[in-house]
């Protein structure tokens, strides 16, 4: 299951990284999108995948005894999801604001400081 | 001797806030400081005349060997007592001469310091020290030229100062580190008393060029001489101490210091004396050209340098002994004429030449010194210069004949730039001035008579400083030497030869005019040549930095990114086949079941159809599909909270994608088929280098992981049982503030951007 997912990340990284080369703006951001989908699946593969149980203690028990999924990537995960939400939001109002400002959505056009 | 060295720095730093308790006073209080040095030194003359120097050393960088050490011999000490001697003159002469300018403050701060760091250059033993100090002579004569930073001209001579002896201390630094690797050694005591892994090494003339380099351009050797009369720019203080008594004389302090260890061959003879002999006759020839009192000092400096670093090319006995006596000489001299000039400047507001004259009546005591300095320029008896040149003559006549000529010659325009100098704006009628002149107060005529005094005193017993040259000489010989200094030697032929010069330079006095007309020709070559290359030079530094800009900094954030991804990718690939064990990747296709398959599929496919959306809807869309894909991932692969948090989360991307989105224009077709080619390789070069990376990844496993530790303790320290909240809000609590915060600010970030209105009403 690692070779799928491992290839389901290098197209998502692909796209990602072509995205963030096009010159409008919108592009960009949604280049981003796919990068953040990239990068959470990486940590989540690259620490080893299970199809066991979720990283629960059940009741009654004080410790995990059987295998359970690794609840370390799975928090770090939580919080790059959290926080990619967060830039791509700011990156779109920007990206809005500027295009109100500027009247154009091409990367090109706004290379200028004074416009 | 640390403490002598380096409390110079710290009265430095302390100087702006000392001047302030005191404004009046703080000049003559500072100038102390050098006065208690000089007597310091003093205190050390009959040891070291006696030939016993006083060697200190700090542990520095003990890591690396490194020490600072301090050597006191004759040079050192002939050098330490005419900056501090002459600095104490300078400090109480500045406190008059800047009376009441704002930057007073400012002034004491670098001056203070370019001392210290001008002792440090004399007296370190360690080249590496050595080095560091005289870059920071460089630095403060940077900021001492360019005192009056409001005028342009002053900030060009101190750039113009600065780039020319900066380049040359580089040029020194690697110099000196090839010194110490070849020899083994960073002191020079140790280097000179064994010199032959230098001398025999293939590199020496390398080392040869980049020291001359370092020492040429310090020294206002030509062609380097253009920054020295430039930098006349600064305060008339500074051109005395820093551009006429020590620092440009640091050159030679260090082809001196230096010729124990790399002097003696052919080339130091040739290189040395070649450019020695070119300065001191170009220079003094233009400096007949000159009608700016200070310019005239300054191009008759260059001059003295060029003859300094001749004798020394020279490095025979008699030469060593001349350049000693010559520098002495010089120093005295120079300096008194540069406070005379400074006075007169002060005094009438001008320093023209051609609008001076009969200041005699009105300025008596700075007549006074300026005629004494003005004599002893000329080589006359009974003044010191007469002294010095006649030592001058006697090494060069037993020298040969082509030296003799050149100085002569030099000697003969010197006499009569002295005289134009020193003599003329004091004698004939009296001239109508910008200001109405009088006799400066006693601060601004105590360093020419002082200086003026001992060029008498000296002149007629020459004895008396003849211990502390020869002790001098004798450290740059590297043998004991006993020189014997009278004023009258009887009837010989360097008498004649004197005499000679005197008639040669009363004749070139009375006939100025015409000469400058004759020799009017060869002016523009002397004088235009290597100021106009270095402008060339600078023009063409900013060319090229701008160039590279324009081509670095181009503002398009594609060319940026593909030129990062390209490298990361280049360098990545390279790493990973050069390094990793490729043979560890094993592709199991056989433990994936028909639902992973369908998902996977779906994931590629939408995000493929992400990219070659043609319109914003379509791509909104599909992204949705990958976000919901991973989420569903993260479901199959036993984290139910990363897959709520997904679904949670691509879901509100996907209403303000739409929400904002829904505004922007339609997408357009940017790129050329080749752009996106590009892009498509790169892109592809990326994502192949993250399937490989991750293949790699999860086939080794180096360390245990911790989480055994979260999922054993989870309950019983955190009171959770899903162990990823518990990681979250306790163990690693922090890390969630953070997280928290950056939402928070983003948030803000996004309130504050809506709510912005842009463009004509101003501000919300």
């Known amino acids: 299951m690692e070779a799928l997912l491992a290839i389901v990340i290098g197209v998502l990284y692909a796209s990602g990284v072509y995205m963030l080369m096009r010159r409008s703006i919108v592009k960009l951001i949604i280049g981003l999108a796919l990068l953040a989908h990239g990068a959470s699946l990486l940590v989540f593969t690259a620490a080893g995948l299970t199809r066991a149980v979720p990283p629960v203690i059940p009741f009654g028990e004080k410790a995990i005894t059987g295998t359970v999924a690794d609840p370390l990537p799975q928090a770090l995960i939580l919080t790059a999801i959290v926080i990619s939400f967060g830039v791509q939001a700011f990156a779109m109002v920007l990206a809005y604001r500027a295009y109100q400002t500027v009247g154009t959505d091409d990367l090109d056009d706004m290379k200028a400081t004074d416009t | 001797m640390i403490v002598a060295v380096l409390s110079g720095f710290v009265l430095a730093l302390l100087a702006p806030s000392l001047y302030r308790l005191s404004p009046r006073w703080a000049g003559c209080v500072f100038s102390l400081f050098p006065a208690a040095l000089a007597l310091y030194f003093l205190s050390h003359m009959e040891g070291v005349v006696a030939g016993e120097a006083v060697r200190v050393t700090y542990p520095w960088v003990p890591a690396m060997g490194l020490e600072l050490s301090f050597n006191l011999d004759g040079l050192g000490l002939l050098f330490a007592l005419a900056i501090t001697v002459v600095g104490t003159l300078i400090i109480t002469y500045a406190g008059s001469y800047l009376h009441g300018h704002p930057s007073l403050p400012r002034f004491y701060l670098f001056i203070l310091m370019f001392m210290a760091s001008m002792l440090g250059v004399v007296l370190s033993d ?404 290597p100021s106009h290359w270095y402008a060339l030079w600078l023009r063409f530094l900013n060319w090229s930095a701008a160039g590279q800009t324009r081509v670095l900094q181009n503002g398009y954030l594609r060319l940026y990114l593909g030129t990062i991804m390209t490298v990361t990718a280049v360098l990545a690939w390279y790493t990973v086949l050069a390094q990793a064990d490729v043979g560890v990747i094993e592709f199991n296709w056989g433990d994936i079941g028909i639902h992973e398959w369908v998902l996977g599929v779906v994931t590629l496919v939408a995000s493929i159809a992400t990219v070659r959306a043609q319109t914003f809807l379509r791509a909104v869309m599909a992204l949705g599909v990958v976000g919901y894909s991973v989420a569903l991932f993260f479901v199959l692969y036993g984290a139910p909270d990363l897959a709520m948090t997904q679904f949670l989360i691509e879901t509100l991307s996907l209403i303000l994608f739409v929400f904002v989105f829904y505004y922007m224009p339609p997408f357009k077709r940017f790129s050329t088929r080749g752009v996106i080619l590009r892009h498509v390789a790169i892109g592809t070069a990326v994502g192949a280098l993250f399937t490989l990376l991750v293949l790699v990844a999860t086939s080794v496993q180096w360390h245990p992981t911790i989480s055994t530790y979260f999922s054993q303790n989870s309950y019983l320290m955190g009171q959770g049982r899903n162990i990823v909240n518990v990681i979250l809000v306790d163990f690693r609590g922090f890390d969630t503030l953070g997280e928290i915060t950056v939402l928070a600010v983003a948030g803000i970030g996004v309130y504050s951007l809506i709510r912005l209105r842009l463009g004509k009403g101003g501000g919300s």
Request: net charge neutral.
């Open chain 2, 126 to 529: 360690n080249l590496i020290a050595l080095f560091v100090f005289w870059e920071l002579t460089s630095i403060t004569s940077y900021f001492l030229i360019g005192f009056e930073h409001d005028k342009d001209t002053a900030r060009a001579a101190a750039l113009q100062a600065l780039l020319v002896t900066g380049t040359g201390g580089l040029a020194l630094m690697a110099g000196v580190l090839l010194m110490g690797q070849i020899g083994g050694s960073f002191e020079i005591s140790a280097l000179a008393s064994d010199n032959a892994a230098l001398h025999g090494h293939h590199l020496y003339p390398l080392v040869l060029a980049l020291v001359f380099a370092g020492a040429f351009t310090k020294s206002a050797q030509v062609p380097f001489h253009f920054w020295l009369p430039s930098a006349m720019e600064a305060p008339t203080p500074v051109s005395a101490y820093l551009h006429s008594a020590t620092m440009v004389k640091a050159g030679v302090y260090l082809l001196a210091r230096f010729s124990p260890v790399l002097g003696g061959s052919d080339i130091w003879l040739y290189v040395v004396t070649g450019f020695g002999a070119a300065t001191m006759l170009v220079s003094a020839y233009q400096a007949l050209y000159q009608t700016d009192l200070k310019k005239i000092l300054a191009y008759s400096t260059v001059s003295v340098l060029g003859t300094l670093t001749m004798l020394i090319g020279l490095g025979n006995k008699l030469a060593i002994q001349a350049a000693m006596v010559f520098l002495m000489a010089h120093v005295l001299y120079k300096a008194a004429l540069f406070l005379v000039a400074g006075s007169i400047d002060h005094e009438t507001g001008t320093r023209d030449v051609r609008q001076l004259g009969g200041l005699r009546k009105t300025m008596p005591i700075i007549c006074a010194g300026a005629a004494i300095g003005a004599l002893s320029m000329a080589g006359l008896p009974p003044f010191f210069g007469f002294v010095g040149k006649e030592a001058l003559y006697e090494a060069l006549t037993h020298d040969n004949m082509l030296v003799t000529v050149v100085g002569v010659l030099t000697s003969m325009l010197l006499f009569a730039v002295a005289w134009l100098a020193g003599i003329r704006p004091f004698s004939g009628e009296e001239t109508h001035t910008p200001k109405h002149p009088h006799d400066p107060p006693w601060t601004m005529w105590l360093g020419p008579v002082f200086l003026g005094c001992l060029s008498v005193l000296f002149g007629l017993m020459p004895a008396l400083p003849e211990k502390l040259l020869s002790a001098a000489a004798g450290s740059v010989l590297g043998k004991e030497v006993h020189m014997h200094l009278a004023l009258w030697h009887g009837f010989n032929p360097l008498l004649v030869l004197s005499l000679v010069t005197f008639a040669l330079g009363v004749l070139v006095y009375l006939n100025v005019d015409r000469l400058q007309k004759v020799t009017e020709f060869a002016l523009p070559a002397v004088r235009r040549g």
